[in-house]
């Protein structure tokens, strides 16, 4: 592939943010898979990155773009460069404020893109044999059943968003609907998102369907920690109630995630094994929505919060070493003597629902960890792997408040 309209844009005096060849870029990015990107690409990505100062218009679009392409050349290939994650406009607690059915809404309509663009490779596979993701393409009935499982995973998105599709027994026409309403529907910005937050390390068909489904929770964690913090919150206040409904919205928006446990299955173990050789320094265990999530709960004890768990996500660690407040901290800052979950039903519907949801979301992640990589010592990006997460203890979601234990964390 030929890198000109990159060498036509440095050529440029005063270079626009706004006419960055972005769609060449990841066009090589995907026809080689960064592992085997060309150096003249990389080389011209690393000029490009050293012209940011001169380079007229808003460009931090464009500096993340370029962490995120350049990790592999910088060293710094991790979880979050991988998926693109600076990228998407994940909910955090730290910096939004909006309303939480504005927060849903949002979240909604991400998940519904991601999973329209992973149905649309999916029918590309079915239609033709020109895809960027060419080795290792599955049968048309694997692809048939991860669209099902596509489906069912947008479903409840599409109803909150009134978008639904008609009840039809095929997943691959319901796919297709999909992707033609969300191609009409998407925005010029939305557009560029998904394409800039899919740079795979390989070729390898299977990695489109992995990338996407880890972003698909990304989101969703994200959410989470919203809720949570909101839960908090609410029982700073003393509002148990509204604790108890944050608490069961996060758990049916787990809940919902679990189709996409059952896509993710879905992928062909070789195809697996092949791209994951070169995912080396990027593992899972540094999410940090997934490890708000956790700490957001109850604050992990010291040798959880001094693990590589929490060393991979240095900045939610300074956050509990800070006084962050968790659920649990902040029902025993009121408890007394009263027994709160005796008092506030609702609130211990609720976390009596997370913590179910939880836990099975802990256990679905575990099995799918086994049949993908085994009982070998390693992990992917050189985590402790499955034997890590069979070393499990007694532990509890939220501390003393819990209503049922579960096993040690898993992620």
């Known amino acids: 592939m030929n890198p000109a309209p990159l060498q036509d844009w440095l050529a440029r005096r005063t270079p626009a943010a706004r006419r960055f060849p972005y769609d060449r870029v990841v066009d090589a990015y995907q026809h080689y898979g960064k592992q085997f990107v060309p150096r ?3 080389t011209l ?25 350049l990790d592999k050349v910088d060293h710094r290939f991790d979880y979050r460069t991988y998926l693109g994650l600076c990228l998407l406009p994940i909910p955090d607690p730290d910096s939004d404020t909006a309303m939480a059915e504005k927060l849903l809404a949002r979240r909604d309509r991400l998940h519904v893109l991601l999973l329209a663009d992973l149905a649309a490779v999916e029918l590309r596979a079915l239609d033709s044999a020109g895809t960027p993701m ?14 099902r499982h596509a489906m069912r995973a947008a479903s409840p998105a599409l109803h909150r968003l009134s978008f639904p599709l008609r009840d039809v027994n095929d997943p691959v026409a319901l796919a297709r609907r999909l992707v033609t309403m969300t191609c009409i529907d998407r925005t010029p910005a ?3 998102m998904l394409r800039i937050t899919l740079l795979p390390v390989s070729t390898v068909h299977d990695e489109w369907l992995f990338l996407r489904t880890l972003q698909a929770f990304e989101v969703t964690l994200g959410l989470l920690a ?12 003393n509002r148990l109630p509204l604790a108890g409904i944050q608490l069961t919205t996060a758990a049916s928006l787990l809940q919902e995630t679990a189709p996409l446990w059952s896509m993710l299955a879905t992928m062909q173990p070789q195809a697996f094994q092949r791209f994951r050789a070169y995912t080396d320094g990027a593992s899972a265990i540094q999410s940090r929505a997934f490890k708000l999530v956790e700490s957001l709960c109850r604050t992990p004890d010291p040798p959880r919060l001094h693990s590589a768990a929490y060393l991979s996500v240095p900045d939610v660690q300074t956050r509990i070493r800070d006084g962050q407040i968790s659920l649990d901290d902040a029902l025993t800052a009121i408890r007394a003597d009263r027994n709160i979950l005796t008092e506030a039903p609702t ?8 913590t179910a949801a939880l836990l099975q979301w802990r256990r679905t992640h575990y099995r799918l960890a086994v049949r993908m990589l085994g009982t ?6 050189g985590t402790p792997g499955t034997p890590y997460l069979l070393r499990s203890r007694d532990t509890t ?10 096993t040690a964390d898993i992620r």
């Open 40 to 42: 003249d690409w990389t």
């Open 45 to 69: 990505l690393q000029r490009t990155r050293e012209r940011l100062p001169s380079v007229r218009g808003p460009h931090q679009q464009l500096t993340d773009f370029l962490t995120v392409a």
């Open 134 to 147: 060419s080795h290792l393409r599955p049968t048309p009935p694997l692809v048939g059943k991860r669209l």
């Open 190 to 192: 939305e557009r560029l």
């Open 226 to 237: 919203v809720d949570l913090t909101c839960a908090v919150t609410a029982v700073g206040e």
């Open 347 to 354: 609130l211990r519907d609720g976390m009596r629902a997370f």
């Open 376 to 381: 070998e010592p390693a992990g992917t990006g």
């Open 397 to 406: 979601i939220f501390g003393d408040h819990d209503l049922h234990h579960t």
